[in-house]
Structure formats: structure tokens, C-alpha cells
């Protein structure tokens, strides 16, 4: 019995033994289940507290897509609030109908482990308005099985602005080529009906029954004349005439002019004092303001707000690298409407040529397109910001100049007759014929050279009665450049007018920075020949 008995309690002591062993081997596994919970917890709020420092969206979804988690900038991202995450807001909501089932069909696909990549996007906001994103997703795996979805979005809009303005600058450089040849090509065209037209009313008083007519085709040259310069406004380089100008005084005119005559349009200006000056062509800069409140006014039918403003910025050189600028002092041109507003895909075409929204015969669709190359020509940028049903806002930014603004001078009205001796250089023969009949007519004498060889020869074996030389800049062979060269080693007290039916680009102002005289663009009439050379020759 004795021995039963202390076989049972050594049984029991072992059985004991064997528990505490068990007991403490649990408690040990307790220990570090505890650890690798508190591990993970620790794992899921570092992850939640990263997610939450990121500027970007992070999320999670279940199967179906439905949100168990978003960070903060979510919710500024896409306008949403806490609660539609409670009520049950699906990932796929947030993507644009137009690529939901792209969407869907690539979130089943990285469920099932296929390597999707990065997907561009359009999102939608909660106020139903696009954005485009970049998102990028991994399946969530639990106990060897997808459970969701986690994943970042990135918003993608001013990099997407940033490609359509390098695209646009692209396309725009190459129909500003090809715009240039055609108004250059138009413009001597032009020149040769003009000659005539103010040979004829030279000779021609007032009362005579064709004065109203040739007079009406005057009007239709400047018209043509007007277009061409459309042209050149979106024309590699082609500027005419540049001055430092105040643009608040071109501001205030051009608006003060527009708004006589659409007196149902209320104007608003909001000034800088002391405003920097800039640097440019004051006939395009111009066009360019007429454009935008042409633009304005038929955006707001009936009585509608035109806000202008300009201001004095300053651009580092973290900004103006995006948008392809050289940091420094800018002037600021803002033209606002209150008008009816423009979709996202108008506002990416809305510089294109001849795209126009307007009915036929309610433009050619040149405004913009030419308001986009002067700003461009102008070592500037011009930029659109436009919401449906909320108005439009162009924004222009124009390098300052440290130049003082000269006094304006008074142009006589009158012709200005010569009886110096002029060469007459150019590969047109109509436009030798019909130039230099203007000449004589204003008391000149003429002496005249078809292209550049010719003009060296001419000037070599006449220089020394040669008081001028009116000088075509775009020839072939012996251009307009070189030309002024020859002429400039034969006597270096030449004196040149470039003319052209292009404009004032790098090359014209290569050539007058060396010694030129003038220029004056095609096509020109009698008083502004005359003018411009009485202006030339009294100068010496």
C-alpha cells in the first residue's frame, strides 16, 4: 500500500512538474504573442502616423473596394469628410466614370498577384471635379489571402499642365514658322497693292469718284495688314517695334477705349503704383488686352465684371524654373470675368489656332493663339484659370525692364517731302517699281538694286551720293544681314532702314544693335515712308 502510495504522489510531483514546464512555456508564448502584438500595433500606428505625415493619399479597401482607411490629405485631396468613409464610401467613387472599369478590372488583377504597376487616373473630388492622379496599388494578404487593397494616389495636375504647355510651345513654334513665311510672303503682297493705292491718290483730289473707293481699299490693306500681324504675333520672334512702356497707361487706355463701347460690361482696375516698366511691342501688348476683353465681354451675355489688375512680382528660382522662366522682376496682368466659364477641355485647347467656341462668323479663332506667341515673343508667360459658371482668369507675367519710359513725340500728319539720294534694295521687282515711284513722288532721287549683290555693287560705284539705303531684310542669297555688312566695310557711315514683311525678330535687332538705322514693316503707305525717313536723315 506504502509503495502505491508513493508511486501515485511521485506520479503527481512529475505531473506537476510536467504542468509548471507547460505552464511556463504558455506563459512564455503569452509573453511573446504579447510582444509580437504590441509589435504589430506599434507596426500599424507607425505606419497609420507616416500615412498621416505623407502630403499624398494613402488607403486601404476590402475586397469590394469598400475604404477601411484614408490619411488626412485624403480628405483636402478629395473633398470628402470623415463620415462618407462611415457611411460607406467606395474607393471606385473617387475615380471618373470615364475610367472606372479600367479601374476595377486592374484592382482584380493585383488582387490575384499580376504586377499592375503605375495606372494614371482621372479622380473625382467629391464636388464631382476631375483631377488626374497617378495610383499605385498592393494586394493586403492575410493568412496566405487577399483581404484588400492598399495603395497611394498621386495628384498629377501641374505636372500635367506642364506637359501641355511644353506640348503647346512645340506646336506653336512649329506653326509660328510657317506663319511667319506665309505674312512675310502676304505683307509684300500687300505692299505692292498699297504702293499703288498711294500713287494713285497722290495724284488724285478728294472730289474725284474714285477717291472713296481707293481709299475704302486702303482700309482693306490695314485689314489684311492687321491680320498678318495676328500671324507674326504667334511667329517665332516676331515682334515690331519695342519700347519700355508703362502698362498700367496701356492698360487703362485700351480698357478705357473698349468700355465706350460696351458700355453693359463694368470695369474694374486694381493698379500697382510705381509699376516696373517692361520691355515691348506697345501695338501688340495691346491687341493682346483687346483680345482678352473681346474674349470677356462674349463670355457674359448681358451686364457682366471685368476685374484688371497688375502688379510688380518677384520670381524665384523655384517657381520660374516650372514654367520656364529666368528668375527676377516680373509685371503681372491679370484679366478676370465673371462670364460663363470654361471646361478643362477647352481650357487645354484654348490657345490652339483657329480652335474657337464661338459660332461662325463670330471669329477666326487667331485672338488667343496670337495673344499666346506676343507673350511668348515677349520672353513672357500666359496662363488661363477658368471654372464653369464661375468666370475666367488669363494671367500674364512680362519680364520688367531697368529702362526709363520715353516721353511720347508728336507724328505730323502731313507728308514729309526729300531731295536726298536713296538705294532701293529688294528681290521683288513690283515692290522696286512701286517703292520707288513713291520716292520720286516725294522729291527723292532713286537709285534701286535687285537682292544684295547687287546693292554692294550699286554702292560701291555710288556711295558717295548715296544718303540712304531703305534695305529689304529676307532675300535670297545675299541676305539682309550680310548685306548691311558689305555696306558697313565699304563706308562705316552708312546709313540704313531694314524694311520687311516679316517683322522685328533677333536678326533685325542683330543688325540695328550693329550701326542700322531704322526699320519700318511692310506694308507702309506714303506719309510713313516719308516719315520715317525724314526722321533717318534729320537725325545727322
Not at 122 to 137: E, P, Q, W
Request: glycine letters at 10%.
Amino acid at each position: 500500500m506504502e509503495k502505491e502510495i508513493e508511486a501515485l504522489l511521485a506520479t503527481d510531483k512529475a505531473t506537476r512538474a510536467d504542468m509548471a514546464v507547460a505552464l511556463q512555456k504558455l506563459r512564455q508564448e503569452v509573453a511573446e504573442r504579447k510582444q509580437v502584438e504590441e509589435a504589430l500595433r506599434e507596426s500599424r500606428e507607425r505606419f497609420r502616423e507616416l500615412a498621416e505625415l505623407l502630403p499624398e493619399t494613402i488607403f486601404e479597401t476590402d475586397m469590394q473596394g469598400g475604404l477601411t482607411f484614408v490619411n488626412r490629405s485624403a480628405f483636402s485631396q478629395f473633398g470628402y469628410e470623415p463620415e462618407d468613409i462611415e457611411r460607406g464610401l467606395n474607393a471606385f467613387d473617387m475615380i471618373a466614370p470615364s475610367d472606372r472599369e479600367r479601374a476595377v478590372q486592374n484592382a482584380q488583377k493585383v488582387l490575384h498577384g499580376e504586377e499592375m504597376g503605375i495606372n494614371e487616373y482621372t479622380a473625382k473630388r467629391g464636388d464631382g471635379s476631375t483631377f488626374s492622379v497617378l495610383l499605385h496599388s498592393a494586394p493586403i494578404i492575410r493568412d496566405g489571402k487577399p483581404i484588400g487593397l492598399r495603395g497611394f494616389i498621386i495628384d498629377i495636375t501641374e505636372k500635367k499642365q506642364l506637359e501641355t504647355q511644353l506640348q503647346q510651345a512645340s506646336r506653336m513654334e512649329a506653326i509660328g514658322t510657317l506663319a511667319g513665311g506665309i505674312a512675310h510672303d502676304f505683307n509684300n503682297l500687300l505692299m505692292c497693292i498699297q504702293g499703288n493705292v498711294s500713287l494713285m491718290l497722290l495724284n488724285m483730289g478728294s472730289d474725284h469718284p474714285y477717291h472713296e473707293k481707293l481709299r475704302s481699299i486702303e482700309q482693306y490693306v490695314q485689314q489684311g495688314s492687321d491680320l498678318t500681324r495676328q500671324l507674326l504675333g504667334f511667329a517665332r520672334g516676331g515682334k515690331y517695334e519695342v519700347k519700355p512702356t508703362d502698362l498700367n497707361e496701356l492698360v487703362r487706355r485700351s480698357s478705357v477705349m473698349f468700355g465706350r463701347t460696351k458700355r453693359e460690361m463694368r470695369i474694374h482696375r486694381k493698379l500697382q503704383e510705381a509699376i516696373w516698366p517692361v520691355e515691348v511691342d506697345r501695338g501688340q501688348i495691346e491687341q493682346v488686352l483687346l483680345n482678352l476683353y473681346v474674349n470677356a465681354w462674349q463670355a457674359m451675355p448681358g451686364v457682366g465684371d471685368l476685374y484688371l489688375e497688375t502688379e510688380n512680382v518677384l520670381l524665384q528660382d523655384k517657381y520660374v524654373h516650372m514654367v520656364g522662366l529666368k528668375p527676377g522682376r516680373y509685371v503681372r496682368i491679370a484679366v478676370t470675368d465673371t462670364g460663363i466659364g470654361m471646361d478643362e477641355s477647352t481650357q487645354r485647347r484654348i490657345f490652339d489656332p483657329f480652335f474657337t467656341t464661338k459660332e461662325m462668323g463670330r471669329g477666326t479663332g487667331l485672338g488667343l493663339t496670337s495673344a499666346y506667341g506676343v507673350i511668348k515673343n515677349h520672353d513672357g508667360i500666359i496662363n488661363v484659370r477658368s471654372e464653369e459658371g464661375r468666370g475666367t482668369t488669363f494671367t500674364m507675367l512680362l519680364p520688367a525692364s531697368g529702362n526709363e519710359i520715353p516721353a511720347e513725340q508728336e507724328i505730323s500728319e502731313d507728308l514729309m517731302p526729300g531731295t536726298e539720294t536713296i538705294l532701293l534694295v529688294d528681290d521683288e521687282e513690283m515692290i522696286l517699281k512701286v517703292s520707288g515711284e513713291l520716292l520720286e513722288h516725294l522729291g527723292y532721287t532713286v537709285l534701286t538694286a535687285n537682292g544684295g549683290d547687287a546693292a554692294t555693287d550699286v554702292y560701291r560705284s555710288e556711295g558717295d551720293r548715296i544718303d540712304l539705303v531703305i534695305l529689304d531684310m529676307i532675300m535670297p542669297g545675299l541676305g539682309g544681314g550680310d548685306t548691311f555688312d558689305r555696306l558697313l566695310e565699304t563706308d562705316p557711315g552708312v546709313r540704313v532702314i531694314l524694311s520687311s514683311g516679316y517683322s522685328m525678330n533677333d536678326q533685325a535687332h542683330g543688325i540695328l544693335d550693329r550701326g542700322c538705322q531704322g526699320f519700318i514693316q511692310k506694308p507702309f503707305n506714303a506719309k510713313e515712308l516719308s516719315q520715317k525717313l525724314r526722321e533717318i536723315l534729320d537725325s545727322f
